[in-house]
């Protein structure tokens, strides 16, 4: 026996089985007119209320669904199925993110027909779901008031790869002395030019204008498939 | 912790990689990572040791190239290092930008494959 070693150059993302479930997931999405967005944030933060509140608005205006990660029981699904929308729980086990495969296999049998928004509550971490793709048009983290101004410069990564930030429990914001200013200063630090709403799942306050931002973002996106439907209609003209 | 999830798939990328390249034992991955992966370089080692005993690629070593931030600077008109992690913005002249040119890699760009020859005289 001999023995010969070589070596060969490769370029490949360590994640390109999610990314290719991911891309393939923004497909579908795109091709049936659902918007998703996807949440994350740290346990705790209050992401189940938010989610509760924006599922009984969103609702009003369109066909509404919702997955929930979580590692175990399906306390959320079932406090958010009081809001009258479809839902259903990922428990991901010992797993602390969600990847697109569980969003694939959730969505099998169970996504209703001609739902329009999708929300995807990721398993509470700030860590994890950083690294993975869902196939979401639009990511949202969410701090709480009582988190502390400088949570974005301890979970950078988490900040900077999401589109949106979501300042929660305003109605806490005196008691607990939070620093507004602060607060977005660590957060454009992190992530330059990043929307940043601020809101209370409580009382309802700032609930209107973050509303009103994914309602325009969702009208985008029709927009998009609409030109996108009329350029494949026009397109295949041989000369 | 998600690096053993990670460490896993590196080594199905290896795996199928080294099919793609002619087969071979799997002595060595070579992997760029970036700060803003969501992947840290120590907990990835201690993750990896672990994953390679579980699919049979003990002697597979990892070699972790890590790299910068690096955006490009309207102002400095070209490529330039981020300040910091926490601070996404030109190290030069302080211009906060998310026109990112490298930072988030997590990626194999080499391998380092054994090939076992039978000598044809046996």
């Known amino acids: ?239 | 912790m998600h690096e053993l999830s990670i460490a896993i798939s590196l080594l199905d990328v290896a795996a199928e990689e080294a099919q793609n390249h002619g087969g071979g034992r799997v002595l060595a991955i070579y992997l760029r990572l970036g700060p803003l992966s969501g992947v840290v370089s120590a907990a990835l080692l201690s993750a990896f040791e672990l994953a390679r005993e579980s699919e049979g690629m003990e002697q597979c070593r990892l070699l972790i190239e890590e790299t910068p931030i690096v955006l490009d600077c309207a102002v400095c008109q070209g490529p330039q290092p981020a300040r910091s992690i926490q601070e996404i913005c030109c190290a030069t002249c302080g211009t906060p930008t998310m026109n990112l040119i490298s930072g988030r890699e997590l990626e194999v760009t080499a391998m380092e494959l054994s090939d076992e020859h039978a000598n044809a005289s046996g």
């Open chain 1, 1 to 239: 026996m001999s023995t010969q070693t070589r070596l060969v150059e490769v370029r490949q993302k360590v994640l390109k089985q999610n990314d290719v479930t991911a891309r393939a997931l923004r497909d579908r999405f795109h091709d049936a007119g659902i918007f998703v967005v996807s949440l994350v944030s740290s346990p705790g933060s209050g992401k189940t209320a938010f989610l509760e509140q924006l599922l009984t608005l969103v609702r009003k205006r369109h066909r509404t669904a919702a997955l929930v990660g979580d590692l175990a029981t399906d306390n959320d699904a079932v406090r958010l199925a009081r809001s009258s929308v479809p839902v259903k729980q990922i428990v991901t086990g010992t797993v602390c993110h969600l990847e697109a495969e569980m969003v694939k296999s959730a969505m099998e049998g169970w996504l209703p027909d001609h739902v329009e928004v999708l929300f995807i509550e990721n398993v509470g971490n700030l860590v994890c779901p950083s690294s993975y793709d869902l196939g979401e048009n639009l990511r949202l983290v969410l701090m709480s008031v009582t988190e502390g101004e400088d949570k974005p410069l301890k979970y950078p990564t988490i900040f900077n790869t999401a589109d949106v930030a979501v300042i929660t429990k305003i109605d806490l914001a005196a008691a607990v002395e939070f620093d507004s200013a602060a607060a977005h200063k660590s957060i454009q630090a992190v992530r330059p030019g990043m929307r940043i709403f601020e809101l209370s799942s409580k009382s309802g306050a700032g609930m209107p204008a973050l509303l009103d931002f994914i309602e325009s973002r969702i009208a985008e996106a029709r927009e998009s498939r609409s030109a996108k439907a009329a350029q494949q209609a026009s397109a295949p003209v041989a000369v």
